[in-house]
């Protein structure tokens, strides 16, 4: 993790400015993660929740971009339930799998969620994602 410097010039038609040098920079602390986006698939009483990490500027081998959770092994997701009010269970909760499910929901009820990332080892946290609402279906008998 070698700190990096930079130093900057303008340029015009005109001449150019003196240069700016840049504070210490090291990119594995100095940088801001985005937030996950969430999709949601409803069930009787429960509510699947996928988390897709953001990407990096980096690329694999084949050309695929590499995601945040390959570069920050200890990734969590903060879940927060934000729509209708939920009888009897926590408001958010906390999750290291990208897919988790949520139990013991009303039927034909509409829940909206939105998820951030944490990195306990260096302190990050994202903003939240976009909300994403679902309702869950009737029971089935």
């Given at each position: 993790m070698e700190p990096h410097f930079a130093r900057v010039q303008a340029l015009t038609t005109n001449g150019h400015s003196n240069w700016?040098?840049?504070?210490?920079?090291?990119?594995?602390?100095?940088?801001?993660?985005?937030?996950?986006k969430i999709k949601l698939t409803s069930r009787s009483r429960s509510m699947r929740v996928e988390l897709f990490a953001p990407q990096t500027p980096f690329r694999w081998k084949n050309g695929s971009w590499i995601t945040l959770n390959k570069v920050y092994i200890d990734l969590e997701y903060q879940i927060d339930i934000t729509g209708n009010p939920v009888d009897h269970r926590p408001e958010s909760c906390r999750a290291t799998s990208t897919t988790i499910s949520i139990q013991d929901l009303k039927p034909r009820t509409t829940y909206c969620m939105h998820a951030q990332i944490q990195t306990p080892l260096f302190h990050k946290i994202s903003e939240y994602s976009?909300?994403?609402?679902?309702?869950?279906?009737?029971?089935?008998?």
């Open positions: 700016v040098h840049s504070k210490r920079l090291i990119p594995f602390w100095g940088t801001a993660i985005g937030p996950p976009r909300e994403g609402c679902a309702t869950t279906f009737d029971d089935v008998e």
